[in-house]
């Protein structure tokens, strides 16, 4: 069930190849030596057979860097790329050392000698190994975004040539001559891809300003374009109703549910089944990642299979697999199944409710700010869903809408999306109250037969510090009385630097963490989170991220980030076909 080693392998090779060649091209082409040889080359050959100018060099090795990524992760269009450039490599590399021989310019000889020869083996084996392994480069590409990407070619160049033509007749003093519309046009067309004109220029400075801007803008274009050409499938998910109500089905049966299980019903995630479909792995898509969050719903037995489903939808699309927020037990499934890495990503807060006092020692700053917000007049309740009137929760909701002034919502690991809805109806709502005024709330989702899970927390601005810890308070004291064993609250991150940072003995690589982690909680909250989760005493459960490897890491710690909305969401315009599963 370990994705196919040698397939993985060639396309890392090939990936590396093309970004050592990207780089030893623009290398080439940029040494202080060689404008005078390529712009006498390019000048005896016809431009049809070979685009000899610096520019036209330099789109090329951009070109083969941006396809090396998509190579690697084994897309269709990139190889479609890199085998149509390696080919148009090959061909020139031809025809430039037919050209040494024929004119017999010794400069060219030793030059074509000692770097021609190299690149052209290099390229040689490039196409060899991208044709070799050509079944491999399989990933699902959606036809919609290949309309968009010439479309957005079509009126970038257009838009590229029509300034450029303005720019040819703003400046007609550059030119010895006079310069016609077609003229115009031409210069502008050829300048796109490194090309002069026919018209000649007044002046050599004039004629390097103009091909620099002209070139600037064909590099514009090229990248753009390619940029969208070779970008993932872009999928808007939805829970469809039929999933949701086979999720639902699947949660019901679950005895040994995770507590994160519950979320696999938010309604921008979609879903993956196991074969026998006794197992289902929810999941979103952002920036090229297909993020699961906590563990795999349904028989644990069939896992595996869901997990391999869930792996081959991603390398169909091209998309880099990743799992953030999963337990120790799914985690070593996870690597075992895949051979993917493992990092520990914080801990889950957890109250044993029987266990659970405010008394003693270590319980003393919690128990103070409880008997100071019971002194101001605050008191809590709780609920089912199921058990509130319809109108009290449209106020309950409204009220508490109204308390978000127009914030970013985060969380999507352990975050339903709803609030006292009537899909829902085993939450669990606890509000505070303050002079007959409804001043805070929380929301707990169901966690297999006997637990909670923290998925909302929200309070009045004008709501004084400690409500929240009266809230929970009354959540455990009814937990006691509904048979509600353990509940789950916030998720801490970094949980184990954050303890250990500040105590005595602690090494310098974790003091150093440690401080790091201080100064990003300014901006993401991780240190506060863990401060209040700690006044509580839980128990703490390490939770996971899974990756196919390191070099992922960084592209799926930025898509965690924004599914989470620490990281501005730009681009909410649906660009990509919207499908359900």
């Known amino acids: ?74 897309r269709r269009r990139a190889w479609i790329i890199a085998t149509s450039l390696q080919t148009l490599l090959i061909a020139t590399s031809l025809i430039r050392s037919g050209h040494y021989i024929l004119n017999g310019h010794e400069q060219s000889k030793i030059i074509f000698k000692a ?11 490039i196409l060899w190994l991208l044709v070799h392994f050509r079944k491999e480069f399989m990933t699902f590409a959606d036809s919609r975004t290949r309309r968009q990407s010439l479309l957005h070619l079509l009126r970038v160049t257009v838009l590229s040539v029509v300034l450029g033509v303005l720019i040819v007749y703003s400046d007609t003093d550059s030119f010895s001559t006079h310069v016609s519309f077609i003229q115009a046009i031409e210069i502008a067309m050829k300048g796109l891809v490194g090309i002069s004109g026919s018209v000649p220029f007044a002046s050599q400075h004039a004629k390097n300003r103009l091909e620099l801007f002209l070139g600037g803008l064909g590099f514009l274009v ?14 808007s998910t939805q829970l469809s109703q039929e999933n949701s109500l086979k999720v639902r089905d699947i949660l019901n049966r679950t005895l040994d549910a995770d507590s994160l299980s519950y979320f696999a019903l938010r309604d921008n995630k979609t879903v993956i089944w196991s074969k026998n479909a006794k197992a289902v792995i929810s999941y979103s898509v952002t920036n090229g990642v297909m993020i699961t969050t906590g563990d795999p719903v349904g028989d644990r037995e069939s896992w595996p299979s869901a997990i391999s489903e869930f792996v081959s939808e991603a390398q169909l699309h091209g998309w880099i697999p990743a799992v953030y927020g999963c337990s120790e037990v799914a985690g070593e499934i996870w690597v075992r199944e895949t051979g993917y890495e493992a990092l520990e990503i914080g801990d889950e807060a957890i109250l044993d409710v029987g266990d659970f006092t ?32 319809p109108e009290f929760r449209e106020k309950l909701s409204l009220t508490a809408q109204s308390w978000r002034e127009n914030q970013t919502e985060r969380g999507f690991s352990m975050a339903l999306g709803r609030f006292c809805n009537e899909q829902d109806p085993d939450c669990l709502i606890t509000w505070a109250m303050h002079e007959n005024e409804i001043v805070a709330a929380l929301q707990f989702v169901p966690w297999g037969k006997t637990g909670l899970s923290l998925d909302l927390m929200r309070r009045s601005p004008d709501a004084q510090t400690g409500v929240n810890e009266l809230m929970i308070q009354q959540t455990v004291t009814f937990a006691a009385s509904h048979k ?14 954050f303890e250990r ?8 690589i974790t003091r150093i963490n440690h401080r790091v982690l201080v100064f990003l909680s300014r901006f993401f909250q991780m240190e506060s989170l863990y401060r209040f989760n700690a006044k509580f ?6 939770r996971f991220v899974v990756f196919p490897s390191i070099g992922n890491l960084v592209q799926v710690g930025y898509a965690i980030l924004k599914v989470e909305a620490f990281i501005p969401d730009f681009s909410k315009r649906f660009r990509g076909k919207r499908i359900r599963r």
């Open 537 to 542: 005493a839980p128990r703490w459960e390490p």
């Open 222 to 235: 090229a990248v753009t374009s390619l940029a969208k050409f070779l970008r993932p499938t872009i999928r």
């Open 115 to 125: 770097l021609g020869i190299s690149h052209l083996l290099s390229e040689v084996l």
């Open 501 to 508: 940072g500040n105590k005595l003995g602690a090494g310098p």
């Open 358 to 389: 405010v008394e003693g020692a270590t319980m003393k700053n919690l128990r103070q700010t409880l008997n100071r917000i019971n002194r101001d007049g605050y008191s809590a309740q709780s609920s089912y869903v199921r058990d509130l009137t």
């Open 1 to 74: 069930m370990q994705p196919n080693l040698k397939s993985a392998r060639a396309s890392k090779l090939i990936s590396t190849l093309l970004y050592l060649q990207s780089l030893a091209l623009f290398g080439f082409f940029s040494a202080h030596a060689l404008p005078h040889f390529v712009r006498r080359l390019g000048n005896e050959v016809h431009p049809s057979l070979i685009l000899s100018t610096e520019v036209a060099s330099i789109l090329t090795a951009a070109c083969l860097f941006m396809t090396a990524r998509g190579i690697k992760l084994r």
């Open 484 to 497: 509600v064993s353990q509940l789950s609250l916030n998720f801490a991150t970094f949980r184990s630097i």
